[in-house]
């Protein structure tokens, strides 16, 4: 075993979890899912069936990650944010076969109690502001906050928000980056 797991919580099997990886107190990892390297679970947080985390993410305190959640490298989620899976749950009318796939790109963050809607796709490097509730699809480095979420601003690889001057920005960490039509890429 290459990975650290606290007395207290559970891992079903089969599933996977990569070196290095810590999972904090009180939680629970489902079977057949995967987690990567050095990842860090915090405390009472529920990993359910089939969930993807890639390696590096760090799942804060509370956090839900229901069946059709893919978080690739790097990933950030603050404490209590919640993904769902049906767009219309209904207790006594099961819909496990129409699970959404919910996408976190590379580097993404997303805030403390975030609610984010099944089946769409946070793009790389985003930023989701705490509390937001995500209902559609959010471009790479945006920064978004609300209910419903709305785009605010840009922000770097960093975390640093950016601006723009004719549609180019520099970051104090000294990335550059050009906005061609409200898609952000690096230069």
Known sequence: MNY????????????????GTKIWHFSHIMQDSVIGENCNIGQNVVISSKVILGNNVKVQNNVSL???VICE?????????????VINPRSHFPRRDQYKTTLVKRGASIGANATIVCGVIIGSYAFVG???VITKDI??????????AKLRGWVCYCG???????????????????????????I
């Open 4 to 19: 650290f797991i606290h007395k207290s919580s559970y891992l079903d099997t089969p599933c996977e979890v990569g070196e």
């Open 130 to 132: 705490a509390g937001s």
């Open 160 to 186: 640093e928000k950016l601006s723009f001057n004719a549609q180019k920005a520099k970051c104090g960490c000294g990335r550059r980056y050009k906005n061609t039509a409200n898609t952000i890429s690096e």
């Open 73 to 85: 490298d790097d990933v950030f989620l603050g404490p209590s944010c919640v993904f769902t899976n």
């Open 66 to 68: 229901y069946t059709g």
């Open 139 to 148: 471009p790479d480095y945006a920064m978004v906050y609300g209910s419903p």
